[in-house]
């Protein structure tokens, strides 16, 4: 599930490059997140994946209990972050 879920985001990112966006500062600093557990215990490396799931959970929730989130937002898009919200779940 991790392994698709993370193909999803590399096609995603790709795609948002190949439209124009610039996604080369937050690459950036998700690289510098990672790089602080990198020669850590693995204890580290399992309490970090676990506050990243339980943010993703929140936001997951929040998006699916408060559909005004994605008012006045393009339909594909809306639909993607409803999808991202499920997958997290």
Known sequence: QEVNHSREHL???RMAADA???LSGVDAHVEQM???TRDRP?????????ALEH???MMAHEFLSRPEH???AEEQAA???RW???EEI
């Open 55 to 57: 943010f993703t959970a």
């Open 79 to 81: 639909a993607m972050w």
């Open 42 to 50: 693995s204890i580290v490396n399992l309490a970090a994946t676990m």
């Open 34 to 36: 990672l790089a602080l």
């Open 20 to 22: 124009g966006y610039d």
């Open 84 to 86: 991202h919200a499920i």
């Open 70 to 72: 994605f008012a006045g």
């Open 11 to 13: 096609a995603f990112n």
